[in-house]
């Protein structure tokens, strides 16, 4: 999907891999070091990693959010200046004090090295073997995946096994579960009575997306709150990508039905030009939700189980409790 926290992509990647569910096992002692070690499944097979690491680098783009959602502050990650927009005060200071390795598609090996990192963790559709190798030769390094990228629930699951941060893990996840079962219950009348939509811009100008199920957000919408898509709005992922980029001509066809529309904007509200320049276009302006102005642009990006309630919180406030008045 276009992930609006990388809007300078437009369109975010993107291989539906299928990977062993991480899982730590009987602790180990490293005769070298005398440290404890554990040995967890990933992409690349069995790793042993230190069961207690305290100096832990993120290499893929989601990872760091991940990783503070576990209470594991990340000491060294890729630069974020481009998209510092789209980050909360809170994710900025749980980076402010970690080298920078690099930028999005390509870490530098030698600045990793020097952050002396006792772990290192990324995403399979972000790290290929060849880069795991040499990732290896740095430190004990952990790529982790789900069914689709935006599988955030299993590659959290998968990172608190590698960190040794299983129970916050379920502490979180647990915390998650009663909030969405309580907003489902609280607000069925409201989810049922619309018919939704979640877009964003597209690959290309001219082009909009629609947020699959098997994206991030996407996955929230459809699956987890049961917010139901329009029929136009149904479409099948082909290339695992989470999203699907279609031309403004298609607006009426997929918005077809839809009475409430979600967006995205900047942690401070701000709009995103692309989503303006959809919004503003004439054959936007004919749709329904353009007419009633049910379309609200969601601040929060979701990565892990604490942003996802974050998530619904905003949408409670905002679009649920005021429906439902």
Do not use: H
Request: glycine fraction near 8%; charged fraction near 20%.
């Amino acid at each position: 999907m276009p992930r609006i926290r990388r809007v300078s992509l437009a369109a975010v990647v993107i291989a539906a891999l299928t990977v062993v569910g991480g899982c730590a096992s009987t602790a180990d002692t490293d005769t070298a070091s005398g440290s404890a070690t554990v040995t967890v499944d990933s992409a690349y097979g069995e790793v042993a990693v230190p069961a207690d690491p305290q100096q832990v680098a993120a290499v893929s783009y989601d990872t760091p959010w991940q990783l503070l959602s576990l209470g594991v502050t990340p000491i060294a990650t890729i630069d974020y200046s481009q998209w510092i927009d789209s980050f909360t005060a809170e994710q900025q200071a749980g980076i402010a004090d970690a080298a920078t390795i690099g930028t999005y598609g390509e870490i530098n090996y030698e600045a990793l090295a020097a952050a002396d990192p006792d772990l290192i963790v990324g995403v399979v559709d972000e790290v290929d073997e060849a880069a795991y190798e040499r990732l290896s030769e740095i430190a004990p390094t952990v790529i982790v995946g789900g069914d689709a990228r935006g599988d955030w629930m299993q590659i959290t699951e998968e990172l608190a096994a590698a960190t040794g941060r299983t129970q916050t893990w379920e502490e979180s996840k647990t915390a998650y579960e009663t909030l969405r079962d309580q907003t489902t219950a609280d607000y069925a009348d409201v989810i049922a009575a619309n018919t939704w939509i979640n877009f964003s811009f597209g690959n290309d100008a001219g082009q909009f997306s629609v947020q699959l199920p098997t994206g991030s957000t996407g996955n929230l919408v459809v699956n987890e709150l049961g917010l139901t898509y329009g029929p136009g709005a149904q479409i099948d992922d082909t290339d695992g990508g989470g999203y699907v980029s279609l031309p403004l001509e298609q607006l009426p066809t997929v918005f077809d039905g839809v009475t409430y529309a979600l967006t995205f904007a900047a942690v401070d509200g701000t709009p995103y030009d692309a989503i303006e320049e959809i919004e503003s276009s004439e054959i936007f302006q004919t749709l329904d939700v353009a007419q009633t102005g049910n379309i609200y642009a969601m601040r929060t990006s979701v990565t892990d189980y604490e942003s996802a309630q974050d998530w619904i919180n905003e949408l409670v406030t905002n679009v649920l409790e005021p429906l439902s008045q």
